[in-house]
């Protein structure tokens, strides 16, 4: 069993920076791909970014420069590190895992959420 446990949301100004926290259990830590999503108010949950195995990520184009997924694999910890921000990434963010497969599958653990709001 894997379970993850979101943190570090909150309310920032617009252009301010937070950083989200998962605190990732289960003795498979090592074999997971991690990803972050999002879901704003009144829309679908919407994907943000991914790390897999051995460290290469993925963006969404929105978040491209702004955004950083990292891992501490020493705490079994995935980060999402967020610059700029702008009141379009309001939503509650969670953390999911899945065993890394070659080809596309489904994220099979999630956390709670965390929710991050971004004022003008």
């Known amino acids: 069993q894997v379970q993850l446990v979101e943190s570090g949301g909150g309310s920032v100004q617009s252009g301010g920076s937070l950083r989200l926290s998962c605190a990732v259990s289960g003795s498979e830590y090592s074999r997971l791909c991690l990803a972050w999503f999002r879901q704003a108010p009144g829309k679908e949950r919407e994907w943000v970014a991914e790390?897999?195995?051995?460290?290469?990520?993925t963006y969404r184009n929105s978040v491209k420069g702004r955004f950083t997924i990292y891992e501490d694999n020493a705490k079994n910890t995935l980060f999402l590190q967020m610059n700029s921000l702008e009141a379009e990434d309001t939503a509650v963010y969670y953390c999911?895992?899945?065993?890394?497969?070659?080809?596309?599958?489904?994220?099979?653990?999630w956390g709670q959420g965390t929710q991050v709001t971004v004022f003008s």
């Open positions: 790390i897999r195995s051995g460290g290469p990520t």
């Open positions: 999911a895992a899945a065993r890394c497969t070659l080809g596309p599958g489904p994220w099979n653990w």
